[in-house]
């Protein structure tokens, strides 16, 4: 192949063929506002870091569901049940546990010699609570945490050579969980030095950290599998000879009783997460310690947090509640939302009988799926409020417990709570989410309104991501110059879509980006006002009886 051109000319004659500048990259469309985090306790999950849960995923990552009944804990689960059916999107779980009682534990296969008569080795499964420094083949950990254990398989295939059953030291190994739902499967070899057919390490330990983080594996020094033993070659009939355990309980989950550190591990978990995600649902918890712990995550963060308040208690205890937990002193409380639902209704996990089960959660997942939908400029439609009549709870079994006046529903405004009832409209009566405020302690201000923040957040998370790749990768000249370039791009598509309105700002918008006065050399200023659009709560009708 000729080739005219080189990479490197030098001092030589020739064409030299410098590397492509790409100056058609576009900022990507964000997709972290189709997925919520929250804080919860399951009975399976990761306690290292947080999961990136589906629907599909569910069960398999988190077990399954458990009465409420049994524990008020458990109500999370059944509301990430239904989130994640409504939302056709992803959770980003961190799973509560006590950090000074959870124990991951050991599984150790051993192999035992031959008693006579017989001539094949045996093998034996145990849990230990550290790693073996002696007497093992294999030593297993699941960082998955299964309460109710999971199970191993092993197998090893034949060797032949001249008709002989021949020794091996390749391996293949499966995880199952407690109702034989098959987790991994890896094969590999015991010989530390072994390679594949590509050059690339075949030793058992390495193949399987190169799938997954979640297993660890130490193997023992010079461990191989013999003609005769169990888990070696095939049976008379031809079908694989697996040597499988019974169930190992090889994590301890310790008890619910948790603490301040227990919390903030949690919320640390979530915050450094690699996931992405634009909210945060309280999983019903009525922990005030928690919830301020996830209030403060969503200021960290600039997340909004949407939380429940028990819909068992009276409107005077909702209140009440609400009021204990002085979230709008906060500087950011316009952050922090909270949904009332004093109705009872079906699970729709069908895990729990018609009861009390919050909304919040529920709200954030029909905005999630909401922001699915872009237009021509990739914005989602976030100056609707996910609200009213366009979105009645999707649930059965509905009935609500208590009358609300029209001076408790201006109490309920009043302090701040969205209650989740029954209203009336054209179509007759549903249950909707009857406001859209947050705890911002404002009464006429867009810091109020839930689809003005969510608004807010969004172009807050386009800017400082744009930001972000301009840090430490261009001149301070040419940075300025694209950051100006982008806002101006943003607002005007953002104004296009309907969330930005004229105000005293007759374009709805202004922008400052300048080098810093004081440290111009490398501080970059970015200041901009914008008027949201509003939305619609009150409606003043008159009518004149003319002549």
């Given at each position: 192949m000729p080739i005219t051109f080189t990479r490197n000319l030098g001092h030589a004659p020739g064409v030299q063929l410098n590397r492509l500048i790409d100056n058609s990259e576009l900022p990507g469309t964000l997709i972290g506002d189709r997925s919520f985090g929250v804080v919860m306790r399951s009975n399976r999950g990761r306690i290292d870091k947080a999961m990136e849960i589906e629907f599909g995923t569910l069960t398999k990552k988190l077990g399954a569901g458990e009465p409420i009944?049994?524990?008020?804990l458990n109500e999370a689960w059944a509301q990430l049940y239904e989130a994640l059916m409504r939302s056709n999107g992803t959770a980003i779980v961190s799973r509560l546990v006590r950090t000074s009682q959870a124990v991951t534990k050991w599984i150790v296969v051993s192999q035992v010699a031959p008693v006579a008569p017989a001539t094949a080795n045996t093998y034996t499964f145990s849990v230990a609570d550290t790693q073996a420094t002696s007497d093992y083949i294999l030593q297993i950990r699941h960082l998955g945490c299964h309460n109710d254990g999971i199970k191993v398989s092993l197998w090893a295939d034949s060797v032949t050579v001249g008709g002989v059953e021949q020794p091996t030291k390749i391996l293949n190994m499966q995880l199952f969980d407690a109702n034989n739902v098959q987790l991994f499967s890896f094969q590999g070899s015991t010989d530390p030095n072994a390679k594949d057919d590509y050059g690339r390490s075949y030793y058992l330990p390495d193949v399987i950290s190169a799938q997954t983080d979640e297993v660890i594996v130490v193997v023992g020094d010079n461990t191989e599998f013999k003609s005769g033993e169990a888990l070696y070659g095939h049976t008379d009939l031809g079908?694989?000879?697996?040597?499988a355990s019974d169930v190992l309980i090889a994590f301890i989950e310790g008890d619910h009783s948790?603490?301040?550190?227990?919390?903030?591990?949690?919320?640390?978990?979530?915050?450094?997460s690699q996931y992405d995600f634009s909210y945060l649902a309280s999983g019903g918890t009525q922990s005030s310690t928690m919830l301020w712990k996830l209030a403060t995550l969503a200021f960290e963060t600039n997340r909004q947090l949407r939380f429940d308040i028990d819909g068992r208690l009276s409107l005077e205890a909702a209140s009440?509640?609400?009021?204990?937990l002085n979230l709008s002193s906060a500087a950011e409380s316009h952050l922090l939302q909270a949904f009332w639902m004093p109705v009872k209704s079906d699970d729709f996990s069908g895990l729990n009988p018609n009861g009390y089960i919050g909304a919040a959660m529920l709200n954030v997942a029909l905005t999630c799926a909401k922001n699915i939908a872009l237009?021509?400029?990739?914005?989602a439609s976030k100056n609707y409020p996910t609200a009213g009549i366009r979105y009645p709870i999707p649930r059965s079994g509905l009935r609500q417990a208590i009358t609300l006046s029209d001076l408790d529903l201006s109490n309920l405004s009043k302090r701040r709570i969205n209650p989740v009832v029954f209203d009336t409209f054209s179509s007759g009566s549903v249950c909707v989410f009857r406001d859209q405020i947050t705890q911002a302690l404002v009464d006429n201000s867009l810091r109020k309104l839930i689809s003005v923040v969510?608004?807010?957040?969004?172009?807050?998370?386009?800017?400082?991501?744009?930001?972000k790749g301009?840090?430490?990768?261009?001149?301070?000249?040419?940075a300025v110059k694209r950051m100006k370039d982008f806002l101006e791009k943003l607002f005007s598509s953002a104004k296009t879509s309907g969330w930005i309105v004229p105000g005293e700002l007759k374009s709805g918008y202004s922008i400052y980006v300048a080098p810093n006065?004081?440290?111009?050399?490398?501080?970059?200023?970015?200041?901009?006002?914008?008027?949201?659009d509003g939305a619609v709560r009150q409606i003043m009708v008159t009518q004149t009886l003319s002549r």
């Open positions: 009944r049994a524990n008020a079908s694989e000879k697996w040597l948790y603490t301040v550190d227990d919390y903030q591990a949690a919320m640390d978990r979530l915050k450094h009440a509640f609400v009021e204990s237009n021509s400029k990739g914005f969510d608004m807010s957040t969004d172009i807050d998370d386009r800017v400082t991501r744009f930001g301009l840090v430490n990768s261009f001149p301070m000249t040419v006065e004081a440290r111009p050399y490398d501080v970059m200023d970015v200041q901009y006002a914008i008027h949201y």
